[in-house]
């Protein structure tokens, strides 16, 4: 463009072969001015002042910089921060002060500062604490109840609520009162029409897990799960990190339905709230295509809470404490001494007649090693 201008062609000519304005060519014919074009440099300049009028001058940086190291040196609080620069500051007596916030930015930007910026990780995979699941090769359906709901009539409401991890397939299910017979069958009506899942994730509900004042006490639940071949999952007791999935619906839930609508009485929640798991499901319906396969239901199984259990697994998660002991069905463990207050997956292995302990870290949740394999049978009369 500028050996255009150069022969002797005119701004608006060239201007408007270059698709430019006039004033840009104009511009750049002024920069090369005198100059051979291999010499002219034609980058962008910054337009940004060469001088900045708030900036702290060179003297009062240096100013800040020397207080500080006298003040690491010689104070006798230890403190050097910024606070502690300005209080020096002051009592000098000098004019034109910069502010606390001035002085931190004036440290930042000579490297003078100890304190360590905390190191952001990104996030663990859903179902990080099962491979299986955070690698999308398995399918985990969580359940939990949403309490305390009063209709109008002063009917009390209780909703048993599951969502898939990875296909988002939910299902609600509004009652008066639920038991573990009730929820058990709640659960199997879901899992008849959709399939089953690889594992099936609860809390530490009596109603999930069975009675926790008797050790080695398993639940129906559990037995139907053990049964069907779905590993039950339990999640830690008073967290809430691995129930995300099932904590946000059960907030969506309470907001898009119950929080909207005035209900006098249960059945209209019920029809309501099937509305909307309707239109849901068929929402998610992409993300329920693509999410890994469930296993079909059998045909002929029927649920014997007296039917002998020779395999399958029991999943709790569970939190060590001080000393790096765990309880699992009753029982407590000496997993680690050196692995205190962390997470560990605790694999009860009926068949192998075994329990395993391993040991989970959110910053590194594909190392998963096992801390410890411990002897375990249930008893004959909670199998049987």
Same mark, same amino acid.
């Given at each position: 463009m500028v050996a255009t201008l150069r022969r002797g062609e005119s701004l608006r000519s060239?201007? $408007?072969?270059?698709?430019?304005?006039?004033?840009?060519?104009? $511009?750049?014919?002024?920069?090369?001015?005198?100059? *051979?074009l291999d010499r002219v440099k034609f980058s962008d300049r910054s337009r940004a002042p060469r001088h900045v009028h708030n900036r702290s001058s060179t003297k009062m940086e240096k100013l800040v910089l020397s207080i500080r190291q006298q003040l690491h040196d010689t104070s006798d609080l230890g403190e050097f921060g910024a606070a502690a620069i300005l209080r020096e500051l002051k009592a000098r007596r000098l004019q034109h002060l910069p502010s606390r916030r001035t002085i931190g930015y004036i440290l930042q930007r000579h490297g003078a500062t100890d304190y360590r910026r905390r190191q952001r990780r990104p996030p663990p995979a859903p179902g990080w604490y099962l491979p299986n699941v955070a690698a999308g090769l398995a399918e985990i359906d969580e359940f939990d109840f949403i309490v305390g709901l009063l209709t109008g009539d002063g009917t009390e409401v209780e909703v048993l609520n599951v969502t898939s991890l990875h296909g988002g397939l939910v299902g609600s299910w509004p009652e008066s009162g639920f038991t573990a017979e009730r929820a058990l069958a709640a659960?199997? +009506?879901?899992?008849?029409?959709?399939?089953?899942?690889?594992?099936? @994730?609860?809390?530490?509900?009596?109603?999930?897990?069975?009675?926790? @004042?008797?050790?080695?006490?398993?639940? $129906?639940?559990i037995r139907a799960c053990l049964s069907l071949g779905v590993v039950a999952v339990f999640a830690p007791p008073r967290e809430h990190g691995l129930q995300n999935?099932? +904590?946000?619906?059960?907030?969506?839930? @309470? /907001?898009?339905?119950? /929080? *909207?609508? +005035?209900? @006098?009485?249960?059945?209209q929640v019920q029809r309501q709230s099937s509305k909307y798991i309707e239109a849901h499901r068929a929402r998610s319906r992409v993300r329920t295509d693509s999410a890994p396969e469930r296993r079909r239901f059998p045909k002929q199984w029927k649920f014997k809470a007296e039917e002998k259990i020779s395999g399958g697994r029991i999943i709790f998660m569970r939190r060590s404490s001080d000393q790096g002991r765990v309880e699992v069905l009753g029982h407590k463990y000496e997993v680690d001494p050196h692995w205190c207050n962390r997470l560990v997956r605790c694999e009860v292995d009926i068949g192998a007649k075994e329990i395993h302990f391993y040991g989970l870290r959110r910053s590194e949740p594909a190392s998963q090693r096992l801390l410890r394999k411990v002897a375990y049978q249930l008893p004959p009369r909670y199998i049987r």
């Open positions: 060239v201007a $408007r072969r270059f698709h430019v304005s006039v004033s840009t060519a104009k $511009r750049w014919l002024d920069r090369a001015h005198g100059k *051979r659960m199997l +009506e879901h899992w008849r029409r959709f399939g089953l899942p690889d594992y099936a @994730q609860f809390d530490n509900d009596n109603r999930f897990a069975g009675p926790h @004042q008797h050790a080695d006490a398993v639940g $129906r639940v999935a099932i +904590e946000g619906y059960n907030g969506k839930w @309470q /907001a898009k339905v119950w /929080a *909207r609508f +005035e209900f @006098q009485r249960l059945a």
